[in-house]
Each structure stands twice: as structure tokens, then as C-alpha cells.
């Protein structure tokens, strides 16, 4: 399970990583909210695996089964703080469309230049 | 003043965002408001830095608020030592000299409703950085600071702007992406966030190897932050289209914060590691060098007033790695004792340059915003003539620039004399030599805005247009307000240098630090190595279970027993 999830944080952290060195603003913001779901998944990763375990609400399981409750809390955290930052580079690719009809780094650059 | 209440210090800039938010269609209240909020922050601030630099009892120099009770490590912490104390009275300082400024000089398209929220956000981001606990709650004070430099980055959005915001935005979103991966692999390895307790881990030998590679990811994302070489290029094309509040703003305190957390990770949590030492040490050294170097040449080469600032910012980053990378290094050739006390001298030099930088650099931000009031320009080609039209400007920008080329008696000599000595006491000549020359060129590029843009014959939009008369008092009594801080820094330099060294002791001597956040009582109920509870996990996992996860987790459970 934990080295299945570490192959699939390597899997989507280079795709990621190949959709950011792209020449196109959406394809570019898109791989950087990729690789916030690569991180949370490798945070997941940290927490071993939860198979088999209760969750972690004291009073419901023995002690020794509960799964680890801390990764958990972290991830909700970091989700919480992905969308917001989402939801921000989102409106800054509709104001910059609105604004030069186009999303193509390099014509943005030679629009600037002129 | 009770020890809890060092909440206060996220508290009133919270509050303050809270109210200018449901303010924003006022913006005559707003103002007043904001000012107030912000004088009641430098006050608390500076009411706990007197707090720790003053107690008698060394326990009482590290202020400790668990959050809701919960004890450390497994709840939220929230720490002033002295070095937060210090940095938080400064950044509090310079983020009220730029209000004042912002009040009279910032464009109202900049300063629609929605600036005064973002801005006391970004105080709120910027003190929680200085006071967080744990690695984590770090993470998520970047964010909130980064998220509302992001806001204060797009206002008015120019198309110059909105380019040069998405590779700011994006690099940041990268760096912040990779921080948070770190917290999972340090939790992973160490079974633990908390500041205090990795640094417990790390004094008792416990370090695993196989963190190495961790750290060394955590000084990529630090080193991002604070612009050090080779990671700085996003800085000079962004910072240069800021209007100047925002610029002074900026480069008064983001990339200082990123210094901060080098000094709180590097040198207090993991410096009392050989191993880590080893290999983090000569990375800084040599990025400090090339840093502090290749900065200052790009000021050199610059011709306007906001290029050269915003280049030079990287330049004096180059000094405070090397303080921190003097700071961790190993010193061949000394006693430990006269290593240690090197060590330590090394960041107090550090912290001093930090705190002045914070100061002068915001100032001269200030100064060139109030040069583009007065000339309608910022490139030296097309303004001069200024001192005759602007004398009290020309004094103070002249004051603020030799403090940055460290003249003395002024505030950057003594930050740099301390790094410069502690660099040949360690024998670090080829990088002291460079931070020499830094220094010398430092001083060309201030003349240059000095001769072209004040001394030289008179030319500009107050030479076109004679009519036209600027308001500039609310943007001189800010800058003088800096000014003063800079020179008091000089001439008072042995009572900072203490305050810094107090700052130093806590970071390289951390045992204070650790007893005050895990307590006494705590220590020696983790110190023990319990027995892992690996055989209830599956095979593919209990690699990890060994060692100090599944201690740290039977500790967790105990605690929560207890209550």
C-alpha cells in the first residue's frame, strides 16, 4: 500500500512537472495544482497505512488500532489552503484572458514588449 | 505581563484584518483604524521584547503559549524567544512606517478598500512566522502572508504587473508545495513538527541519515524565499514594478522572513548535527559568496532608482547567509569553546545585519517612491537636480544609503564588521574578501543614485512643470521615522549588539529554548525508547515503525489519557 502510494506521488509530481514547463498559462497553473495533490498524497504516505485501522475519534476503538491521526489533520489543512490559492490563480487566468484574450506565455511577452 | 497572552501578538493583526475587511467601503475610517491597530501592535510587540531581554531568570526569556492546553509536542505552540521578540519589534516597526507612507503616497488605485485587510494580513503572516512553534503552523504563515502578498501584488493590476504576478505567484505556489512535502517526510522520519522536539532529537544524537536529503529539500525552500543564489531570479523582475509602499513593504520584511526561519532551522533545530552541518555548510558559504557578488553587480549595472533597491536586496541576503553558514560551520582550528563562542558571535552579526536591513532597505524603497513624486520618473538618466528641490528627501535618502554601504558610524558598518571578523576568525578568506568588495561596490551604486538623481544638473517633471507640487509629509515623517531608527541603531550599536547576541545564545545554546517549550516534566517522559507497536502493521510498513514514530505516538496517547 505505502509503496504504492510513493509510486503514484512520483507518477503525479512528474506529471506535474511536465505540464509546468509548459508554454500555456492554464496548462501551467494546472501542474501546480497537481503538485499540491502529490504533496498531500505523500504526506498521506508519512502516515502508514491506514488499512485495517479505526479512524482516529477517541471512545470508538482501542488505542492501539487507531490510525494516525496527525497526517490527517495536516492534509485537510493544506487541502483547505490549496483551494484557496486555486481559487486565486483561477480569477488571475480570467482577469489576464479578459484583459489580453490570450493565455500563451510568449505572446503576453511580446503584447508587454509593445 | 502573563506569559499567555503572547497570543496577542496574532491576535491584534487578525483583528485588525477583520475590521478593515468589514470597513472596505470606508475608507476614511479605515485609515485611523489601521493606524491605531498597528501602533497597539509595535506597542505589544515591543513590551514583550522588553520582557525577554529583561528577566532575571534565564527560564524567563523564552515565552510559551500552548495552544487550548494542549502540551508540546502534540498540540500548537507558540514561542517568543529573544530573537522573535526582536524581529517581530522591527518588522512591527517598518510595517507602521509604510502605512503612514501608503496613507498619503499610494495611488487610490492601489489603495481601494481591499489593501488595508491584505496589508494587515500580511503582518498577521509575517508575525506568525516569527512565533510559530512547529514546522507546520510555519507552513501555514507562510501561506497566509504569501497569499496576501499575492492580493496586494495584483491591486491596480497593470499589465506589466499581471506578468510578472504569475511568476512571483507561481514560483512561491511551487515553493510552498515543496515546504509541505518536507513537513510530511520530517514527520515521517521523526515522528514529530515540533521545533522544540526535533531539536531535542537532534541534541541527543538521534538524527537519522536518511534525513539529510529532508533538510537539504528545506534549505531549496527557504533558499527560494529568501532569494539566495541560484534561486533569486524571480526577484529583480518583480519587485521593480511594485509601487513603492508596497515595494518598501515587500523588501523590508518577506525575504528577511525567510532569513529568520534559515537562522530558527538551520542553526537551532539542526545545527547541533555534525552530519547535517557537514553538508549544509559549505552549500551556504559558497551561495552566500556568489549571492552577495553577483547582487551587487547587477546594482552596479542597473539605471534606475527601483532596479538597483530591488537587485541590492538580494546583494545584503548574501550577508545574512553568511552569517548563518559561519554559524553552523564546523571551525577547523579553534578550541570548541572559541568555536561555539565564534559561532554564536557569527548570528548575532547575523541577526543585527537582519534587523538593519529590515529598516534601511524599507526607507530607501520609501525614498525612491517619494524621488518618482517629486522627478515623475525613477530612471537616472531622466531626473536630477533633486537636492535643490527636495532637500530634507536628499538628507535622509543620503543618511539611509550610507547606512546601507555601511559607513560608519552608521547601522551597517557594525553588522558587517561582526561578520567580516568572525569570517577571518574562521578563516573564511575568499568569502570575506568578497563580502569586502561587496561592501565597496555597495557604495558605487548608492552614489550613483546619489549623483545622477540628486547632485547632477536639474531635469525631470519638477524642472518641466515648476506648478506642480507633490504632498510629501506624511511620506517624509515615515521615512524620517526609519531614518531615526537607523541611526539609532548606529550610534546606539552596543545596546542592539547585546539584544543580538542575547538573540544569538538562545539559537545556538537551544537547551532554553527546548525545556521552556517541553517543560521539564516532559523530557524525560519522551527520552526513553519505547517499544514500537510495529507488529500490528502490515509488512510493507514496519520499516517505519522502528525508532522514534511509534514512541512519539505511545507519548501522544499517554497525554491524552492523562486529561
Known sequence: MTLLTCIMVGVIFAAATYMMLGRELKGVCMGVFLMGHGANLAIIATSRSPIGREPPVLGLARISELADPLPQALILTAIVIGFAVQAFLLTLLVITWRRSRTLQLAELAVEEGA | MPERLIVYMLVVPMAAAIVAMCLHGFRSIQRPVGSAFLVANFLVCARFLYTVCTATDPQGRVLVSQMGSWPAP???????????????????????????????????????????????LLVLGVQWSFVAGDLFNLFVAFEIMLMASYAIFVLGTTRAQMRQAYKYVLLNLIGSTLFVTCCGLVYGQLGTLNMAHITQIVQDGRLPASSIPVITMLLLVFGAKTAIFPLWYWLPDTYHTLPAAIGGLFAGLLTKVGAYVMIRVFVMMFGGSPQ???????????????????????????????????????SQVGYMLMGVGLGMSAVSGLSGGAALASRELAIAG????????????????????????????????????????????????????????????????????????????????????????????????????????????????????????????????????????????????????????????????????????????????????????????????????????GETRLAAVDSVETR
Not at chain 2, 507612507?101 to 488595508?116: E, I, K, M
Not at chain 2, 547535517?276 to 557578488?293: D, E, K, N, R, Y
Request: charged letters at 10%; one cysteine or more; proline letters at 5%.
Open chain 2, 74 to 120: 502534540f498540540g500548537i505552540t507558540i514561542v517568543v524567544d529573544p530573537l522573535a521578540a526582536l524581529m517581530l519589534t522591527v518588522s512591527s516597526l517598518v510595517c507602521l512606517a509604510v502605512f503612514v507612507y501608503s496613507l498619503t503616497q499610494l495611488d487610490d488605485r492601489f489603495a481601494g478598500g481591499f489593501f488595508h485587510p491584505m496589508f494587515h
Open chain 2, 276 to 314: 547535517v552541518t557537514a553538508v549544509l555548510t559549505p552549500l551556504i558559504l559558497i551561495s552566500a559568496g556568489v549571492t552577495m557578488f553577483l547582487g551587487v553587480l547587477g546594482a552596479v549595472s542597473m539605471h534606475s532608482v527601483r532596479r538597483i533597491l530591488s537587485i541590492h536586496i538580494i
Open chain 2, 350 to 549: 547575523a541577526i543585527f545585519f537582519i534587523v538593519h536591513n529590515m529598516v534601511v532597505k524599507c526607507c530607501l524603497f520609501l525614498c525612491g517612491g517619494l524621488m518618482i513624486e517629486h522627478a515623475g520618473s525613477d530612471d537616472l538618466n531622466k531626473i536630477g537636480g533633486l537636492l535643490r528641490r527636495a532637500p530634507w528627501l536628499a538628507t535622509l535618502f543620503l543618511i539611509a544609503a550610507l547606512s546601507l554601504a555601511g559607513l560608519p558610524p552608521l547601522s551597517g558598518f557594525f553588522g558587517k564588521w561582526v561578520l567580516i571578523r568572525e569570517g577571518f576568525t574562521q578563516q573564511q578568506y575568499w568569502l570575506t574578501g568578497f563580502a569586502i568588495a561587496t561592501s565597496l561596490l555597495t557604495l558605487l551604486s548608492m552614489l550613483k543614485i546619489w549623483s545622477y538623481g540628486f547632485w547632477s544638473p536639474p531635469q525631470g517633471q519638477h524642472v518641466t512643470r515648476p506648478h506642480y507640487r507633490v504632498r510629501t509629509v506624511g511620506g517624509i515623517a515615515s521615512i524620517a521615522l526609519l531614518v531615526v531608527v537607523a541611526l539609532s541603531m548606529g550610534f546606539g550599536a552596543s545596546s542592539y549588539m547585546k539584544v543580538a547576541r542575547l538573540a544569538a545564545s538562545t539559537v545556538v545554546y537551544p537547551r532554553l529554548y527546548v525545556d521552556a517549550v517541553l517543560g521539564k516534566a516532559a523530557a524525560p517522559r519522551l527520552a526513553p525508547m519505547r517499544p514500537s507497536h510495529a507488529s500490528i502493521d502490515g509488512p510493507e510498513t514496519s520499516g517505519h515503525a522502528n525508532g522514534l514514530r
